[in-house]
C-alpha cells in the first residue's frame, strides 16, 4: 500500500559526505514523521534523525551538528545529508514513515528496504 524507496548509500571515506534520499509513493492521505533509522553489525537499530510534517527535527546526540535531515512534503520525500562522516557511522540506513491511508485514513508504519554507508578510515 505504501513503499519507501531509499538511494544514496555507498562507500567514503573518513571526513567525506554523503546524501541519503527517500521516496514515498502508494496510498498516502498524509505523512506525519518521517525519519532515518542505522543499524551497525552486531547492534540494535537506532534512530538517527526525525521531522515532522510541521517541520520538527530530532537528532541522535552522535550525529548532531554533522548531519541534517529535511524534507519535501510536496515530494513525499525526506533527505539525509551527511558530513564529516566518522567510521563509526557505518550502517544499513533505514528509512521510516509514520502515515495515514486514503483508505479510510488508517495509520500505517512503513520501513524502507535499508542502504548501506560504509566509512572507511
Known amino acids: 500500500q505504501v513503499q519507501l524507496v531509499e538511494s544514496g548509500g555507498g562507500l567514503v571515506q573518513a571526513g567525506g559526505s554523503l546524501r541519503l534520499s527517500c521516496a514515498a509513493s502508494?496510498?498516502?492521505?498524509?505523512?506525519?514523521?518521517m525519519g532515518w533509522y542505522r543499524q551497525a553489525p552486531g547492534k540494535q537499530r537506532e534512530l538517527v534523525a526525525t521531522?515532522?510534517?510541521?517541520?520538527?527535527?530530532n537528532y541522535a546526540d552522535s550525529v548532531k551538528g554533522r548531519f541534517t535531515i529535511s524534507r519535501d512534503n510536496a515530494k513525499n520525500t525526506v533527505y539525509l545529508q551527511m558530513n564529516s562522516l566518522k567510521p563509526e557511522d557505518t550502517a544499513v540506513y533505514y528509512c521510516?514513515?509514520?502515515?495515514?491511508?486514503?483508505?479510510?485514513?488508517?495509520?500505517?508504519?512503513?520501513w524502507g528496504q535499508g542502504t548501506l554507508v560504509t566509512v572507511s578510515s
Open positions: 521531522s515532522t510534517s510541521g517541520g520538527s527535527t
Open positions: 502508494g496510498s498516502i492521505f498524509s505523512i506525519n514523521a
Open positions: 521510516h514513515a509514520d502515515t495515514l491511508l486514503t483508505t479510510a485514513r488508517l495509520p500505517l508504519e512503513v
